[in-house]
């Protein structure tokens, strides 16, 4: 065994993620391979503000054949393609002969999927977008929560958007998607769980304890590292919320925006909150954007209470979470392959690294620059 004192800058080490009971190994050692995989092409298109062709541009016709009204703000509309269906026959395990039901397990899924376009500018992103366009867009979410929660068949909403053709999207028209489904899907189902057990062993929420632990004053990280001046892996913040790359992360400028107060869901946000929620989510598309100079690919989603959260109010807390996949440059990215399937998620850079890369970011969009 070695006599060289842990570094976490330096040396292997396991983080574990207490939202989903799960480890992530962390390789910091490894930054120092050089690179001679596959390379993205550089994407610096520049697009109309108006494309014609675009499904999703205002008074265009739609894949189904459906017309776009001549939006100017935010539009929503029920997805074309939807995964999930409002109507359709009820099944339970209990149709499958019982010889099987223990390991061929099958349930009916029913539920709504909205599409919902940010902007009637074809070439704008959330991160050049102003805070008052972004604020529009979540009282659109929370409008359209209210709206569908009020059906039996819904359970849960998630809220989330794919940027970019990295991510799978496959329009750039600045949009997001809003699914709602009878069930609790498996990730949130995941969090839910986890917390509930926190709660139930330390009498508090996981998620205050942990933006609490991450306040400066609170930061424990110098007490197992030497190597870094600064271990802070806080973005930035405001009253309502704050922007981390979180102790656990596994995609190397993963974040999480958690709210301050104790809230559950976006419904539950006053004014200053929803103008809160709109000042950090630009400020961190925009340091994202910043990074490499490049609309900066991600999935983002919200995590929140099922529709019915009287039994979840310690065992919910709004969070964000925003995956990007880049990792040295706008052209290389990380890959979920190999051990990370067959074994468990595995990172490079530290969070606490990533995140000063993140801070020195300005909060001015690139193209907005006086240098360019």
Excluded at 191 to 200: G, L, Q
Excluded at 214 to 228: D, F, G, R, V, Y
Excluded at 356 to 361: E, G, I, Q, Y
């Amino acid at each position: 065994m070695s006599t060289t004192k842990f570094d976490i800058v330096e040396h292997s080490h396991r983080r574990f993620n207490p939202l989903t009971n799960s480890w992530v190994l962390c390789s910091p050692h490894r930054t120092k391979r050089p690179w001679q995989g596959q390379v993205e092409a550089a994407t610096h298109e520049v697009l109309p503000e108006f494309e014609p062709n675009c499904y999703l541009c205002p008074g265009n016709v739609r894949a189904q054949g459906g017309v776009n009204p001549n939006y100017e703000n935010t539009f929503i509309f029920n997805n074309d393609f939807a995964a999930v269906r409002k109507e359709q026959p009820e099944f339970s395990n209990s149709s499958i002969s019982e010889k099987f039901s223990s390991l061929l397990r099958l349930e009916s899924v029913r539920g709504e999927c909205k599409v919902i376009c940010y902007s009637p500018k074809h070439n704008v992103t959330m991160a050049e977008m102003s805070e008052s366009s972004i604020l529009e867009i979540i009282k659109h979410w929370i409008l359209s929560f209210l709206s569908l929660s009020i059906h039996d068949y819904v359970f849960y909403i998630q809220i989330f958007e794919n940027k970019g053709s990295i991510m799978g999207c496959s329009n750039p028209h600045p949009h997001g998607q809003m699914w709602c489904t009878s069930v609790i899907p498996e990730e949130p189902s995941k969090e839910i769980s986890s917390m509930r057990s926190y709660y139930d062993s330390h009498g508090s929420c996981l998620l205050c304890d942990y933006v609490s632990l991450e306040t400066p004053l609170n930061n424990i990280t110098n007490t197992i590292t030497s190597a870094e001046s600064n271990n802070s892996r806080v973005i930035c913040e405001n009253n309502s919320f704050l922007c981390l790359i979180p102790f656990w992360a596994i995609w190397p400028f993963e974040t999480i925006i958690i709210s301050k107060q104790h809230i559950t869901k976006i419904t539950d946000l006053n004014e200053q909150q929803q103008s809160d929620f709109a000042n950090i989510m630009r400020r961190i598309t925009c340091r994202y954007d910043n990074l490499f100079e490049c609309s900066f690919p991600y999935s983002m989603g919200i995590h929140q209470a099922p529709v019915d959260n009287a039994e979840h109010d310690f065992d919910s807390h709004l969070h964000v979470h925003f995956y990007p996949p880049l990792l040295r440059s706008p052209t290389i990215k990380k890959f979920m392959v190999g051990y990370e399937l067959l074994a468990e998620p595995q990172r490079d850079l530290t969070p606490e690294q990533a995140a000063t890369r993140l801070r020195a970011c300005s909060e001015i969009h690139y193209k907005l620059s006086p240098d360019r």
